[in-house]
């Protein structure tokens, strides 16, 4: 029964989030600066969005405030809910030619509309993104992921579902996009 409106301000929600985390930062129990946000189904439109509203945030000359997503997981992402969508998201050069901002799509190939939407997105990423063609080179620059897998699951039901080894996958990304780029 949500409605669009109800939809939009679910980016208030993960700021609300990110605000906690803040809070955990600054006690020295985590490190914020490597933020990567996962979102499945229209969760992550959402995820999307709030990417886009963390890049754009006004820059202040006392502190830093946005530019914290470093990554993003987006299980079966869908193109629109109740009218959200990641279109503005995607088309802003914040997101869009972001070199700062890797994604990892995740979909089973067997569904068909959430594919579909995937493969939309993953190619109009990796076709703006330089993806080198030297393998080492690919492994430190390349950033734009696509996951596909033979099964007719989406969203969530990937995390759960044995054999696809959908959480050993996200966590080599983070560990490749995150936990390597620490020391830069």
């Given at each position: 029964?949500?409605?669009r409106?109800?939809c939009?301000v679910?980016?208030?929600d993960?700021q ?5 985390l803040?809070?955990?930062n ?6 914020i600066d490597?933020?990567c946000v996962?979102?499945?189904?229209m ?6 969005n709030w ?7 006004q820059?202040?000359?006392?502190f830093?405030q946005?530019l914290?997503?470093k990554?993003l997981?987006?299980l079966?992402?869908e ?8 279109r503005?998201a995607?088309?802003s ?7 700062n901002?890797?994604i990892f799509v995740?979909v089973?190939?067997e569904?068909?509309?959430a594919?579909s939407?995937?493969?939309k997105l993953y190619n109009?990423l990796?076709?703006?993104r330089?993806t080198?063609?030297d ?8 950033t ?5 897998l033979d099964t007719s699951l989406?969203g969530v ?10 959480m050993?996958?996200i966590?080599?990304?983070i560990d490749?996009?995150?936990?390597s780029?620490?020391?830069d």
């Open positions: 029964k949500m409605r409106e109800h939009e679910m980016i208030l993960v609300a989030c990110k605000c906690f803040m809070d955990k600054n006690a020295g129990e985590l490190n490597s933020r996962v979102g499945a189904g969760g992550a439109i959402v995820a999307v990417a886009y509203y963390d890049w754009s945030a820059q202040l000359p006392a830093r946005g914290d997503v990554a997981v987006l079966s992402p193109n629109s809910f109740k009218g959200m969508t990641t503005r995607l088309s050069p914040l997101i869009k030619l972001n070199e901002l890797s995740v089973g190939r569904d068909r509309d594919y939407d995937s493969k109009s990796e076709r703006v330089e080198p063609k393998p080492q080179e690919r492994r430190e620059k390349q734009v992921f696509l996951m596909e989406s039901d990937l995390l759960k579902a044995r054999g696809l080894n959908v050993p996958a966590g080599q990304f490749l996009r995150l936990s780029k620490q020391s």
